[in-house]
């Protein structure tokens, strides 16, 4: 997967399978659930198109930040992967998970996760 333009129906399919709230809308839930949201929403995986959105993805169904999404984040931040490429590289089948997408394996053992975003050329 090569730097490429995320094309409008991505981001469509992205919505209608995990939604896709505003940065806004994320920040006012994670106000109801915490006297103090900076520290989550620090955390966020942000993606810019026309706006600011967060991936539904990335959130267990109370509004906690999913674990497994938190760490391949983090790791991906350190391999100067764009927030916009990671959350494309969550969606997209991978070799490395034989042909799997990497959300469909958020609730296993996240090594095989770590190991193929370790593999993951965005550039």
Request: hydrophobic letters at 35%; charged letters at 25%; aromatic letters at 8%.
């Amino acid at each position: 997967m090569n730097r490429q333009s995320i094309s409008d129906e991505t981001w469509e399919r992205i919505r209608t399978e995990f939604a896709l709230p505003t940065l806004q809308q994320v920040r006012r839930r994670l106000s109801e659930l915490t006297d103090d949201p900076e520290p989550v929403m620090r955390q966020l995986v942000r993606v810019i198109n026309d706006g600011t959105f967060c991936p539904g993805f990335q959130f267990l169904p109370g509004g906690q930040l999913q674990p497994t999404v938190t760490a391949l984040f983090r790791r991906a931040m350190e391999l100067d992967i764009p927030h916009n490429y990671f959350t494309l590289w969550m969606i997209t089948p991978s070799r490395s998970l034989a042909g799997t997408r990497p959300v469909d394996h958020l609730k296993k053992d996240p090594a095989p996760l770590l190991r193929a975003l370790e593999s993951y050329r965005w550039r």
